[in-house]
């Protein structure tokens, strides 16, 4: 029987819940800009303070994402959706095959030599069966378009009017400082993760078909190549232009004059996620395919850009809200034994997938790319940051079928993911410091020479 003390208690531990939740979004509201160009991310702090809340003896509830499935990837869902009109309302070039030719080699070359690199070593190492070494290669394949901030481009400008003094300012700034907010580098890195998020599904899919049919090809490579490549991404890319330029017709001639009306531009930015997301999934497309050409297709819609500039504000405080939710979270079920069964088997899958795997694919996939230096090709190869899309397609996988070994998946990928918030935290601002740092030295060494 349901007693009065049992209602206290499960009451106790909700309030408790709200108080760490709250404090974690406090920080995000106020130490969040003070990371910036420090080798340390907010991303690190919501992680450690999730574990630490958790660890500590509150009996506050298990945030297990093998025993809450459903809320993990419905939480996990709306993280990536947000984020994924954020990063399509950010870039400032139409999809053109050689101005992303570097984005299209990390999708063509990388992102598929980094899922069979991964489904074998989890094959080899660990011992998995085919389909869920394929489940786990597909769910470490993305990389996080929010975890990777400081390594892409920033917000959409301020319109600046042609001919006036300021555009002549920032043409003149623009001489000396290469290192402007849509350099190559930091393009490849936010469209590569705006576009791998939703690629990782086929792959997904074919780990559910090899559990469902067997390991022959004979059995799904029919219906894996006809629906789940073709026609899903045909759907996610008509819907996305389609109600994407419908929905901008619509948002961009909100005005925009004042503060309320800038915040309903910003709410607009949200239902046209979700309407771009769930239309598509209707239909049978890929929803997150369709939220980012959305996103790029509302941004190259007008060039009204207060309007994009308040869709994208709204998308990025959304995205950030979304992250420090799940990383206390995960760091709260890895405090409750999420990572109790990996082996040092999973450690080197891991491990081989942050500093080998990942960066040695990158830069095989660009080799003879014109557009990046080397040192850019080794930055993007590097910079394969890990985050929450990882944990949406492993609890995808988990919640359509029952795979082998889900608590072995669960172990690896939370582990692979906090090992790259680490890594890529501590490292994004200095190593962005000193290649920017270098551009201008080099910029200014060939003007003088020019100059001689």
């Known amino acids: 029987m349901f007693t009065l003390t049992d209602t206290l208690t499960i009451l106790e531990a909700y309030d408790l819940s709200l108080v760490v939740v709250g404090l974690g979004v406090l920080g995000l509201a106020t130490l969040l800009h003070r990371f910036q160009g420090y080798p340390f991310s907010f991303p690190i702090l919501a992680l450690s303070a999730g574990y630490a809340a958790f660890a500590l003896p509150l009996d506050l509830p298990s945030l297990d994402p093998r025993e809450h499935g459903a809320i993990a990837l419905h939480l996990t869902e709306l993280g990536v959706i947000v984020s994924l009109m954020g990063v399509g309302l950010k870039i400032d070039r139409l999809l053109q095959w050689r101005t992303w030719s570097a984005t299209w080699r990390l999708l063509g070359i990388c992102m598929p030599l980094t899922i069979a690199g991964v489904a074998t070593l989890a094959w080899y190492l660990i011992g998995l069966?085919?389909?869920?070494?394929?489940?786990?290669?597909?769910?470490?394949?993305?990389?996080?378009?929010?975890?990777?901030?400081?390594?892409?481009?920033?917000?959409?400008?301020?319109?600046?009017?042609?001919?006036?003094?300021?555009?002549?300012?920032?043409?003149?700034?623009?001489?000396?400082?290469?290192?402007?907010?849509?350099?190559?580098?930091?393009?490849?890195?936010?469209?590569?993760?705006?576009?791998?998020?939703?690629l990782a599904f086929p792959f997904t899919y074919l780990a559910i078909l090899m559990l469902n049919e067997g390991l022959s090809p004979t059995n799904w490579i029919g219906q894996w190549v006809l629906v789940d490549l073709v026609y899903r991404l045909v759907v996610a890319l008509i819907a996305g232009v389609a109600i994407g330029w419908g929905l901008s017709r619509l948002l961009l001639r909100v005005p925009v004059e004042s503060e309320q009306e800038r915040m309903r531009a910003g709410v607009g930015s949200l239902a046209a996620t979700l309407l771009l997301y769930g239309v598509?999934?209707?239909?049978?497309?890929?929803?997150?395919?369709?939220?980012?050409?959305?996103?790029?297709?509302i941004r190259h819609s007008?060039?009204?850009?207060?309007?994009?500039?308040?869709?994208?504000?709204?998308?990025?405080?959304?995205?950030?809200?979304?992250?420090?939710?799940?990383?206390?979270?995960?760091?709260?079920?890895?405090?409750?034994?999420?990572?109790?069964p990996l082996t040092w088997a999973g450690v080197a899958l891991g491990l081989l997938l942050v500093f080998v795997l990942r960066p040695a694919a990158g830069m095989i996939s660009l080799l003879g790319e014109q557009r990046l230096s080397l040192l850019d090709r080794g930055i993007v190869s590097f910079f394969g940051v890990r985050g929450i899309g990882c944990l949406f397609y492993l609890a995808?996988?988990?919640?359509?079928?029952?795979?082998?070994?889900?608590?072995?998946?669960?172990?690896?990928?939370?582990f692979a993911v906090v090992l790259s918030v680490i890594v890529h935290g501590i490292a994004a601002a200095p190593v962005m410091q000193f290649r920017d740092q270098r551009l201008r030295r080099k910029k200014q060494q060939d003007g003088q020479r020019e100059r001689a």
Not at 396 to 414: H, Q
């Open 396 to 414: 995808y996988g988990a919640e359509t079928e029952s795979f082998s070994n889900e608590d072995t998946l669960w172990a690896v990928c939370s």
């Open 302 to 340: 007008e060039q009204t850009m207060q309007s994009h500039r308040s869709m994208h504000a709204f998308a990025e405080q959304t995205e950030q809200l979304f992250m420090t939710v799940t990383l206390l979270a995960l760091g709260g079920a890895i405090a409750g034994g999420l990572l109790a």
């Open 129 to 198: 069966e085919a389909s869920a070494a394929v489940l786990l290669g597909a769910a470490l394949a993305p990389t996080d378009p929010v975890l990777a901030s400081d390594v892409q481009v920033g917000k959409p400008d301020e319109e600046i009017p042609e001919g006036s003094k300021q555009a002549e300012s920032e043409e003149a700034s623009n001489e000396t400082d290469p290192t402007e907010k849509e350099d190559e580098l930091r393009f490849t890195l936010t469209a590569e993760a705006g576009l791998n998020d939703s």
């Open 280 to 297: 598509t999934e209707i239909l049978g497309g890929y929803g997150f395919l369709a939220v980012f050409i959305g996103g790029v297709t």
